[in-house]
Every structure is written in C-alpha cells, then in structure tokens.
C-alpha cells in the first residue's frame, strides 16, 4: 500500500492550534478526542464527545453536544518551568496523525529558558477495536542535564462547551491509589458519564492524588538522569448511561481500565491498529494522481467518515462536524443521508441500514412535527440530536446592532428533507435489495413520508404547488415550486406507490391520493434557455456580480454588504440547488440542457456552503467538463485542508468529506444506479493515471481500477452483477477487462 | 505622605500569576476585580465579583458568589502574533499596584520573534468614586519598524467558577455601534447582572463587534508607525438586580457608560484618587520601622479591608477572601465581627454598624437554625451569604481514597460565633454610644443571642455545661466546655441582662433564666499549674513534636500523617484559642496567668489557620514580650506577603488582613476598653521609632502618635476623652502628650 501520511504538521503554530485539533481528531463512532496538545495553551478548545450525549444548558439554549470532560490534558513542569512550546526554543518539531494506524504522535525537543534540552514524545489514540478507550503516552527526556520532572494529569471537569457546563459533577474517586474515576451527570437530559483512567511510570515515582475545582490529578514528582527517559502511558475508559448493554456505566469503566491498564500502551494500539489495517485494506480509495493531495484528501475524508459514525448503535446518526468540534451543536442534517451514508452504503451497507434506522425510530416526532405544522405523515426536523425532535434553534442569534432575533426558517420550511431521507431509503433498498429492512421499516419510511408531501402541496386551481420552502440554496428562503423540492417529493411519492404495491401493502385511499397528486404537481421545466427555474420566482430576479464574493467562498462575506432580506431578492445562491438535483437524478433532462444548467447556476453560486463544490464536481464530470470538474474537486478538498488556518476550529466539514467521496465514485469513476442497473462511464481527470476502490451493490463486493483507457471490475464476493459501461452490460462473474 | 508603593512586581512569572492576581485585585467594596494580565494566561483565573451575587450551580453545591463575565481581558496581536510575555523576550517589566490611589499600571519593552521592539503601557482602575465603574488604558508603541496591530476586547462570560456556569445569556447588544453591552442571570438564585463597555481609541480604527459563544467583543484593526501609539480607553460599567436604588439594571449599565466614556479615564481616575487621597489621609497606620515591610504590610492590609468592606449596603456582610477570589465561596464567617468589623468601628463606625445590621436583618435565619437544632433564640450561621441562611456545606469534599464524605462540624457546632457577634455588638455599643442602635437592633441582638445560649447548656446535676461544641480551635471538634465558648456565652447573656436593664426592658422570664445561667454556667479556671484548659478533656490528650509541621504552618501537612479524628484526641491546636479568649478579655487573668498560658498554647499550636498568628502577637505584646510579639506579626504579614507563589491563589486573607491592623493598635499600641474606659499602655517593638494612626472612640477623632518614649494624643473632632495611659487617667481636650 502506497501509505501517504496526509496530516503531518512540521511547526508549532498557535493560530493554527484549533484547526488542527479538529482535523487531528482520533474516534470511533462512539467517541471523538480533539487533537488537541497535552499542555494547555489559551487558544485552544479542548473537545472529546460520545455520540447521543446532549444536553440544554438552559431553556434559552437549544441541545448541544457535550464537551465531556479532559482526559487527555497534562501540565509538565521541568525545574519548575511550565512546558510550553511558546516559551524556551523548539529545537525539532514534528506532529502527525497517521490514520492508517489511528496513532497520533508528536515528537520535538525542546529548550528551556535556561538552555537545556529535553527530548519530548507524545503517543495517544482512542481505540478502533474497544469504543471505550483511550491511551496516550509521553516520553521525556532530559539530554543536557538532570531536572526535575513535576507531571500532573487526571480528569478535567473544568471543561465546558465555551463556557456552558453541562455537567454535574457525581462522584470523585481514587480507586486503591492508582484509578482514578469519576461520574457526572447532564443537567437536563439526566444521562450519565463515567471516566475512570490510571497512568503507569517507568519510575517509582509515587503519584499524590487532588481532587479540587472539580479537577481529578495525579500529579509525579520525578528526578530525570540523563538520557534516562521519564515514561508514563495513561489509560482511560469513557462509559455512559446510554450505552447500548451496559449496565453500570461506573463500575463498566472501571473494569475497562484494570483490564487495559495491565495489557499496556503499546499492545492496545496495536489492536486497534489491527482494525484499522481491515478497515484500510477494504474501503481505500487509492488515486494515482500527479497531484499527491488528491490521495490525501480522500483518505482524510474517508478516514474522518469512519470516525464520526456512530456504527455501533442505530438509534444515533451523524452530526454536521462529526465528533470533531461544537459546530452545528453536533446535530444531524439531511448531510447524513445524502452525502455521508453513501459511503458506508457501497462499502458496509449495514451501517447505511442503521442511519435510516435513526429516522425510522423517530417517527413518531416526525409526526409530532408534521401535526403541528398542520400536516399529516412524518415532517422530520431539519436539525435532530438523541430524542428526535426539532432541534433547530428557533431564532438566531440575537442580531447585536438591532437586539432583534430573526426567527430560523429551517425548520419551518427546509422541508426537502422528508424527500432526501425517502430517497436514501429508496437507494438503499436498489443496492442491497434488503427486502426485510424494505417490507418492514422501509415501506413505512416511504409512505409516511409521502402523506406529508400529499398534505403539504396546496391546491391552485387544479394545479398543485408546494409552497413557502426553501431548497438546498439556503440564500433563497420562502419560495414556491423550488425544483429540487418538487422533484424530489414526487419521486418520494412514487417510490412510495410502487413499494406499497410491490409489498401488496397498497391502501387504497392513499394510492389514490397520490395519485391525485403526481399527475397534478406542478413540475417545473427548463424555459427557452434551457435552464430549469429554481422556484417560481428566481429566473426573475436581478442579478449581481458574485466575483468578490466568490474570491471568499464559504466565509459568507456577503451578509457584510447585504442583508438577508436582500439577498433573497436576488439571484444569488450560496450553495447547489438545481444542480443538487441533477446530481441526484442524472437522467431527468438530456446531457445538454443539464451543461447549461450546471453553468448558468454555477455562475450565481458562490459556494458558500461546503456542500457545494463538490456536487458541482460530480455533475461537471459527467458533463465531460473533467478539467472543470477537477478545479472543482480541488477546491474542495480544501475545505478543510486549506491554509486558512481558522477553517475548521469548530469540527470538520463531515458533508463536504463524504462529497469527496462522492466525486470519485459518482463523478470522476461516474457511476450511476438507475433502479437495478449499475453503470459505469469513467471520466477520470487528466492527471489521474489510475482510481481504484471497494464497491458494495446488491450483496457483492467489486473492485473498481479504472486508467485512462481501461476499466477493470472485479468480483471479490457475492453474486454475479450485471454492469452497464458507458452503453454496453457486461455481466461480471470474476472480472472484466473493458478498454475505454 | 512618606508613600510606599506595596506592591511592585519586577518580573512576569507564570507561577505567581494567580497570588499576584489576588493580592493586586482592585474594588469598591461593591466591585472586586482581580489584578489579572490583560492577555490571558493558561495559568491565569480571572475574576470580577460583586458583593451578595451568589448561585448555587446545582442541588451537590452550595451557594458561591459568581465569578462573572470578564472586563479586562484583551488579546493583542502584531504582526499576526499573540501577544503573550512567555513568547518573545521581555526587555522592561514593571507593574505595580499603587494603593495610594488605586491604579494598576504595568509598562513592559516587548521584542517579538522577529525582534521587533513593542511599548506596551496597561492602565487599569476600579472606581472608588463609582461603586459601578471599571476603566482601562492601553497604549502600544511600535519602537522599531511599523506593524499591524489588531486588539480585541469586549465581555467575555465564557468565565466561570472553575467550570461552574452560574449564568445564563439574557441579552447581548451593541447600541449604535459603541456600547457592548449584556445582561445575564443568575441560574439559581434569579439575579440580573448588566454589563456595559465603551472603548475609544485614539486613531480612526473602526472596530469590528462580534457575538459568539458567549463573548461579545469588539476588534480594532490598526497600522502601527513607529514611535505613534495607539491607544485605548475601556470604560466599563457592572450593575446587578440586587442593587438598592437601582430600579433597571441594563439601562443603568448603559446610561453609566455613555456619562463615563465621554469624562475618559483621566478623569475618571482622577475622582477615583482624589477618594482614595481622603480615605489614606484619615485612615492610615503610619509605622517608623527598621523594616520597611511594616508599613507595606499595614498599607496592604487596609487597603485590602477597604475595597471587600460592601460599605453601602447593609444587606450584605465580607467573605472570608474579599472580592479578590473564589476562595470559601464568598461565604461571612466570625471572622467579620472579630478581625475586620474593629478596624471599621474605629475609622468610620457607621461601616460597623452596617455590619452588625447586616446579622440584624437576618435573626429570622439564626432563629430558624436554632429551633431546627432544638435551641431558642438565634443561632447564626457559621457560614452565610445573602439569604442569611447556614451556607456551610453540609458535607465535605469526597474523601476520595474512600469515596465518603465527611460531615462538616462547623454548622453543627462551631456555635461561639453567636457569642462573636453579641461581643461586636457590645463593642460597637462602647466605642460608639450609639443608643439608637443599641436600642433597637442591637438590644435585639443581644437579647436573642443570650436566649440561645441559656437554652443550648445542658444541667448536669444543677451545673450547666456547653457541651459539645467547636472553639476556634478547629483541630478540636465536638468537646465540652470550650474555655472560649463559656466565657464569652457568658458575656453575652450578662450582657443582654445588663442592657434590657438599661433600656428598661427587663423581662421577668428572661431576667431569672440569664440569672440561673450565669450563676451556674461552669466556667474552666486555671489549673494548678496556671493553664486555663481549653476543654473539659484537653488537657489529658497526648502531646506529639509539632516542630516539623510547625515548619510548614498555613499548609495543614498534618493531615497527610493523621486523619482528623487522630489529630482530634491529641493536644494540637490548629489555631488560637484560649489565646483568641485572652485577647479579646485581657483582664479575665493576672498578667502572669495570660503568659503562662500564651506560652503552653502556642507550643500546641500549629498556626495552620490564618487567624492565629497575628492574636498570639498581640498578647505577647500586651505580655511584654515585645520580641515574641514582632515575630508573630511579621510572619503573620507573611500569609498574603510572603514568598510563597501560590499562598493567595484563591483569595487574600481577609481576617489576617484584619488582624495586622488590631496587631499594631491592640498589641503594639496596646489600646484596650474596658466599657467606658480607652486605656492605652505601649509596647512598640524595638524597631518601631513611631506608630502613628487616627482611633474613632465615641464620637470623637482622635490621632495617636506613639515612640519609644512618648505617647501624644491629639483630638481632631468630637467631644473631650478620657484616656488612661498606662495607670493614670488623662483628659483629651486638643492635645496631650506622655513620657512613657
């Protein structure tokens, strides 16, 4: 395996501390540490987080993932002198993550203020194989001269989400002198956390144990010889009360941590490195590219993918950051479904099975929200956290020149949503053919789904539209017939129509109802120029030059010069909408009119949501537009791997990682899936020599290697499967050879 | 005025940062701010409390004064680096808190990494002329090449109690476009806290006001040329609910503001000075020493008396470290009444009156402690805050070797503080004549106070004895007939017999059950060889060597070589006790009995507490023991000035502060009142060549001036005094004048 290491920092760089953590997160679905350094430094947010653990700080404060307390922190002090990397002189420096094992390791030397040196080795991960662990070790090395070595480190309750506590503290404890342990409750949401850790030294240095200010430290005295090294391994277990078959979770990560404890550092990571090497060996995408950063983005993407899946337990999706930051409160978008689940769906289906299982499990909110919006069926929430209900802020922050609160119109009519999920049903069912999941939760994913929009759409006289929405382009709000919406809700209800029919579930009044409301849905078509109106108004509005804007895509620096209010008024959009569509149903209108479409509205995006590129990438490339495609495609990829060193403080953009995937699959490799037919039609960029990755379609496991001239398809597992390339359908038994 | 500048510090130090910050706080008796850096510090905690703004953070807490939203904090980068002392090199460091007239300054030389030189000017005052205003200055000098500077400040309520949150966001705003302001309240205990700031800079930058997690703050951008500073004036303005005479907390911040920004901080320092000029004029303790560290150490202590003293609202009383820290939760103990409340009495009495108010107003709490404990009459509080309630927790911090919790006996059974505070009362009551007082409250208090110790002794075949108690002494917990306790209980009660007389308001009941009281009230007498014992077993206990914790007095060490209930059955004093008895009733035993006893006691005595030193030197004083008495007073002005950089993390020590000034005026001075009778007898230590300070004594004004050889009384306002120096009585009509 060609092994690119794609996170290496070569310098210290406090503006770019945050950045860094969030990029460098470690994880596993169920936990997700910051890469944050050992020392403290002012500027930086500390973060760790366990899927599904919210709370509301207060009634003015919506649900927000909990920054649980610090398990990682350590304050060094060498004769006396605190460790930072700000003061004395660092002579080396290196720190990288390798996400082919999961270990995050940091290597320097450092000089004190009095000129000696000391040599600094900083191991950790959170572990792949137990969801529950995480174990770091330093090494420490005084190469001049003998010091004195003073190391504190324990559990720091002291850490808040910015200030918010959500945390009361239960129960501090030294189990036996050497575990420490501690439990803690939310303050609204009453689920319990419970951390226990215990540090092992090469030394017989004894450790003193405080607990104070709602700080749990060992703090070891030490006498450094020369070239002698001071080495501690610190291993810690994270358990809560809604764990999935845990009992206690205090006693639970007690247990953990004597039984880690004794196995050491080194043989925990290598377990878990051990799962990461399967986890490489079947999901890499590998890219030989002239251009080394397109391997790394995708392995950043697909290794960030991985960690931020809650996989082990149905009733949790994924939150807009991942387990990386705060941003976005950790709540969960239509991201999951259509950018993030397709990844997991053509490498372990079950896990793209499980995230429809989170929203088949919160119907009953779903139509909670649907009623008292006035609607039948399931109105899933725009945001949603662990108890499924609307979790989208009701207003804004306060607008601090007018002290007024503009009310958030998400959750009042971003409701395309409803449409993504059935769709994600839809595509799941295709490429699985998981008839159990679709006769069971399925079906009732769809018709739900499909009453609301039934119930949604208003009658014009005979004509229905679906009006006052908003689209993916969240710059255009309250609009009528947005198309993305409108074609997407009737392939909701058709889709709907056919499975309840395929089941024999048909009810005959809703069959009817949906009747009604296919052939009656008002279904917007490209004008004169070929371009398909985004809504009912947006082709009328005055346009402006986004240049400037466009300069600083996705910093939304045109709320400095416009206001909301004005912006709708104009063709401005902030992220894909029409295009969104065409990626998503690649057959609707010919080729030519989608390149039209692409362009038109292309030059009316800034691309201030990460959403966007991408998608742009996708659709470009099947377009033939490769050289467009790949600008695009490179431009998302520095999302979050750009010099702005500030890009990512509060996570990483878990949409626009999973669009990355996307664009090599679905737009570079340019796969498609109409119903049962799998296609092919690669339109690889110039500079990519070769793109091979894993496939999962209808219960076989393919592996794709596409050149510039040659497509080879092998069959690894599973059934035969039939595969359309460019015109021709082969059928693939063990492999196939097709020149292109 | 010989001025002495008490705290200078020449070097930044990391270790030091939160003594520093403790020890250089700035307030009002309303406002206290700690002297914290302006750019932040991992080490650093700031802190800004107003004086009864309480909230318990969760039913496991108990109440805490709220360390609320920061005011003072800026981050400064130039050139795109963080300002911070640890980076770069230092070239010039000074700050000092002038106390003369309440100003912060620091002035430092900075080189940055690329070795550019940078003047930096820190200006910072609480205002003694506006209880509510806090102002800032800074100006920043490019020395050798132009730079870009860019400065943010504003509010910052990510601050919190160690990770406590005791304030939820009510409002953030910035009025047209110059005033931040918000308003918080308090989570538990519903209190608005209204904050407003200004900031004016002296070139065209024009800032750019963010709100975000919790901070609204304001970015002024700025091109430096070299030798043009930039300068910025911060006026900010604190208000809170709990006000008295303030109907609108937010509007007042704001209104406050708008005066205050357009007066700039000259000005306003310039009031602030010209009050701080009044209260050194008629308060300070001048000393004439060898040792220059005595009048430091007396400036400080008053200083610090001054700005934790809530003087304008008698709801309220002084925790037990100021407003300079989170230190016992802002809670009042005794140590009011006994340490601070005499300094008050004898400068300004209507202070000590308010104090005595502030128990006044809560006798409905002490009553309802008491019939809770099965007692009559008022038990006050050990510990309390604003609700007058028993704050004391009622459990200590976990044990966190066994995971149990100890119950604390001080709310229990540390009962002497309801003696302490008749004791103030009748203090007050001498010192002052106040007859409207005594009258009203303070016969009140007198009256309940007594009422609870008649109905707290227990007969023991017709003796009565207090049993079970705590004396100030807190190593010794639950014994019977604590020496302190019994003689000052009686005190009490003969004391409210004695004024309900006066006042002709004798109760027949009351009378007869205070007369059977005091007649049978068992009162511990010198045993044969002249030692008052303590308690009723004390003298029995084992004695161990306490040199080697004696060493580390202040620290409690002893507790790591025996736990409480050892230490309990062992003749080791935490602090004074029988001596803290022979203090505060210097003629209770001849002279000799009192040095035989202050010699036993203090070689039991550990001094763990910081209330003990300071009482053993002046009875030493008052023993003759001149050389043992300066001792005790120079290490007792060590707690807080000593070289010990975490000795005032938390908070100074407001009691020990207390206890200078009484060392200086009751034991070198000597002064002691026998009800009517001011009575001074001299015992300066060697060094001293003059002692000088002003003494308030019923309504009169009266400055003494004292040398090794002569003693001058001079009267400044009020009517004659009767004065007895030494054995013979003078009349002071202007001036007297004594060969001693």
């Given at each position: 395996m060609n092994k690119v290491n794609p996170l290496i920092e070569n310098q210290f760089d406090l503006q770019a501390v945050n950045t860094y953590a969030a990029l460098m997160t470690q994880g596993n679905g169920y936990l997700g540490v910051r890469g944050s350094f050992d020392e403290n430094y002012t500027e930086q947010t500390r973060g760790m987080f366990v899927a599904g653990i919210y709370n509301k700080f207060s009634s003015n404060d919506v649900t927000e993932i909990v920054n649980l307390p610090d398990l990682v922190g350590m304050k060094i002090e060498i004769d006396g002198e605190i460790f930072t990397?700000?003061?004395?002189?660092?002579v080396g420096y290196e720190r990288q993550l390798d996400i082919f094992t999961g270990e995050l390791v940091r290597k320097l030397v450092w000089k004190n203020r009095t000129g000696h040196r000391f040599q600094f080795h900083f191991q950790r991960f959170v572990s792949k194989a137990d969801l529950h662990t995480i174990a770091s070790k330093v090494s420490i090395t005084a190469l001049d001269t003998p010091a004195s070595l003073a190391l504190k480190t324990g559990i720091d309750a002291q850490q808040s989400n910015f200030g918010k506590q959500h945390l009361i503290e239960e129960n501090v404890r030294v189990m036996e002198k050497r575990i420490m342990h501690a439990t803690y409750r939310t303050s609204e949401s009453n689920l319990q956390v419970a951390l226990a850790t215990f540090c092992k030294v090469t030394q017989d240095s004894v450790p003193v144990f405080v607990s104070k200010n709602r700080q749990l430290t060992a703090t070891y005295s030490q006498h450094l010889e020369v070239n002698q090294p001071f080495v501690l391994e610190k291993i810690s277990a994270v358990y809560t009360s809604?764990?999935?078959?845990?009992?206690e979770a205090d006693a639970a990560s007690i247990q953990s941590v004597e039984r880690n404890g004794s196995a050491g550092y080194d043989q925990l990571l290598n377990q878990s490195a051990a799962k990461w090497k399967m986890f490489w060996d079947n999901k890499r995408v590998k890219i030989s590219s002239s251009y080394e950063m397109d391997q790394l983005a995708l392995d950043f993407s697909i290794y960030h993918m991985e960690i931020m899946t809650?996989?082990?337990?149905?009733r949790l999706s994924i939150g807009a950051?991942?387990?990386?930051?705060e941003g976005y409160k950790g709540h969960v978008f239509w991201d999951t479904e259509l950018f993030i689940a397709p990844f997991h769906l053509h490498t372990v289906p079950e896990v793209a099975k499980k995230l429809l299982t989170y929203r088949y499990l919160h119907i009953e909110e779903a139509k909670y929200k649907s009623a008292k919006n006035g609607y039948e069926g399931t109105l899933f929430p725009w945001e949603s956290a662990l108890?499924?209900?609307?979790?989208?802020?009701?207003?804004?922050?306060?607008?601090?020149?007018?002290?007024k609160r503009q009310k958030v119109a998400s959750a009042d009519a971003e409701h395309h949503i409803v449409a993504d999920i059935a769709f994600a049903v839809v595509q799941y069912y295709y490429s699985t053919l998981d008839e159990a999941f679709m006769q069971n939760e399925g079906i009732v994913l769809l018709k739900e789904t499909a009453l609301f929009w039934i119930s949604r759409a208003a009658n014009e006289g005979g004509r229905l539209s679906i009006k006052d929405v908003i689209g993916?382009?969240?710059?255009?709000?309250?609009?009528?017939?947005n198309a993305y919406t409108n074609y997407m809700a009737a392939f909701n209800v058709q889709q709907a129509v056919f499975f309840l029919d395929k089941y024999n579930q048909k009810d005959l009044t809703f069959d009817q109802r949906a009747k009604v409301f296919l052939q009656n849905l008002y279904m917007p078509r490209p004008n004169e120029e070929g371009i398909l109106p985004q809504d009912d108004t947006f082709l009328t509005k005055p346009e402006i030059d986004l240049t400037k804007y466009k300069m600083k895509q996705?910093?939304?620096?045109i709320l400095l010069d416009y206001s909301r209010a004005e912006i709708n008024e104009?063709?401005?959009?902030?992220q894909a909408d029409v295009v969104m569509l065409l990626y998503l149903m690649?057959?609707?209108?010919?080729a030519e009119i989608v390149k039209k479409n692409l362009q038109y509205y292309e030059e009316h995006?800034?691309?201030?949501?990460?959403?966007?590129k991408a998608i742009h990438a996708i659709v470009a490339a099947r377009c033939g537009e490769q050289d467009n495609a790949y600008r695009f495609f490179q431009e998302a990829c520095l999302i979050?791997?750009?010099?702005?060193?500030?890009?990512?403080?509060?996570?990483?953009h878990a949409a626009s990682l999973g669009a990355n995937w996307l664009t090599a699959i679905?737009?570079?490799?340019?796969i498609t899936m109409e119903q049962n037919q799998l296609a092919i039609s690669p339109k690889m960029p110039?500079?990519?020599?070769e793109l091979t990755f894993p496939f999962e379609w209808q219960g076989s496991t393919l592996v794709f290697t596409i050149s510039q001239t040659e497509l080879k398809v092998a069959r690894k597992a599973g059934p035969e499967v039939s595969l359309r390339v460019n015109k021709k359908i082969y059928k693939v038994l063990n492999q196939i050879q097709v020149t292109l």
């Open positions: 990397l700000q003061a004395g002189e660092v809604n764990d999935v078959g845990v009992d809650p996989a082990h337990d149905e950051k991942g387990l990386t930051g108890t499924g209900h609307e979790e989208t802020p009701e207003y804004a922050a306060i607008n601090i020149s007018t002290g993916p382009d969240e710059y255009t709000e309250h609009i009528d017939n996705g910093s939304q620096v104009m063709q401005i959009l902030k690649p057959n609707l209108f010919p995006t800034i691309h201030d949501s990460s959403l966007s979050d791997l750009g010099s702005n060193p500030k890009s990512s403080d509060e996570g990483i679905f737009g570079f490799a340019n110039r500079n990519w020599s």
